[in-house]
Every structure is written in C-alpha cells, then in structure tokens.
C-alpha cells in the first residue's frame, strides 16, 4: 500500500506545475503511476486534496528524519528552531512550484482548514524532534507561535530568488528573533510583582489547557479528544 501511494505521489509532480493539485493532475497520476484506478482511491478518497496532504506529510518526514540525524546539541535553542523551519523547506526545495500551487490550494476556503491543520502538525512535529517538554498552554503557544513563523517564512521563501535562498534565512532569523523578544517581555512581564497580579487572571485561564494526552478534551489541532 505504501509503495502504491508513493508510486501515485510521485507520478503527481509533473502534472501538479501544470495543472496544481487538481482532479486533472490526481487522474493522470493514476495513470501514469500504472496502480489500479479503484485502488489508487481507497488509498487518496479525497482525490487531489489528499494527494496534496501527502505531499505535505512527506516533506515533514524528511525533516524529522534529518533533525534527528544532526548533531544540533552544540546550537543555541533558538537555532535548532531555525535548523528545523530551514530543513523543511529544504526538503520541499525540488519541488518548489508544488508548494506554490500548495500554499494556493490551501489557501481556498473550502481547503484552509486542511491547510491551517498541516501548518499546525509541522511546527508540533519540529518542537516534539526537539525533545519539548512543555505542558498546558505553553505546548499550545509554542505550535501556534511556529507556525505563524513558518507560514510567513514560507511566502517569503517562494517568491525568493537571491542565491541559496540566502534571504530567506535571514527573514527567518529576524522571526524567530521577535518571537525570542517577545518570550523576553513575557518573562519580564510575570516577574514584575505588578504586572504578574495584573496577569494572574488570564495566566489562570492558560493554565487550565493541558497538552494532548493529559485528559483535558479540546477541539484544538493536534489534539486526541478523549471522549
């Protein structure tokens, strides 16, 4: 089974700089692929759309696998963060205009909510190859803060042609330097002894958010409901 998906993932690209993520693109690949039709989608019910996810899930993949290859231990925490945005899109590099027809795809309000979901799962799958540990509404803060990062970080690097994306790298230091800034101000902020009473309430309310299997059910992404 998996090796038919890759089979009809890969007969995809081609057709994707065309004709995007498409019914078009989804049955030339079934053709082209040689896997049978009625096979091809029990394994991609959703036709282009999960050819798309897959597309997606794959590059993250690469990554993780290449983060937990590298040795980042001598790196400060906020570059392996970077190490992991830059390795994701590198993993995406050979097949940049299907990111661009991707970020499109998505982009469509009929997709966006399949889109803001895969956005969620690669900044959870970057910080969980990093060994986070975090619980309550930091896990949560923490995937929502890179994925933003990595959203703008990938419009930027799409439409970026200085040499070996050098820009882009750049641009990404310069997020994850104001999200450092702002983790800075927080810090300073609840060890204010004004400000931390000022904060107490919503601090509270963020606290009662508890990370995915530790029993609190939520409809956030990444989270298993335990009803």
Do not use: C
Request: charged share 25%; net charge neutral.
């Amino acid at each position: 089974m998996d090796d038919a998906k890759t089979k009809i993932l890969d007969a995809s690209l081609p057709h994707v700089t065309f004709d995007g993520w498409s019914k078009e693109t989804f049955e030339a690949a079934i053709e082209d692929s040689g896997v049978d039709a009625a096979l091809a989608r029990s394994l991609y019910p959703r036709g282009a759309l999960d050819l798309a996810v897959a597309f997606h899930q794959r590059g993250d993949a690469q990554m993780v696998a290449r983060l937990k290859s590298s040795n980042l231990l001598s790196m400060r925490f906020r570059d392996r963060i970077a190490a992991g945005v830059r390795y994701r899109l590198e993993a995406a590099a050979v097949d940049k205009e299907a990111v661009r027809r991707g970020s499109a795809f998505f982009a469509l309000p009929m997709h966006a909510a399949e889109g803001a979901k895969l956005l969620w799962g690669t900044a959870d799958a970057i910080w969980t190859a990093l060994g986070d540990q975090s619980k309550d509404h930091n896990w949560y803060t923490k995937r929502a803060t890179l994925s933003a990062v990595y959203g703008a970080t990938v419009l930027f690097w799409l439409g970026d042609e200085s040499e070996d994306h050098a820009a882009t790298w750049d641009f990404l230091d310069r997020r994850i330097d104001n999200v450092m800034q702002i983790e800075k101000v927080k810090a300073q902020v609840n060890a204010n002894p004004l400000t931390s009473k000022l904060m107490a309430g919503p601090n509270w309310l963020l606290s009662q958010l508890k990370a995915p299997g530790s029993g609190f059910d939520s409809d956030l992404p990444g989270h298993t409901n335990s009803k």
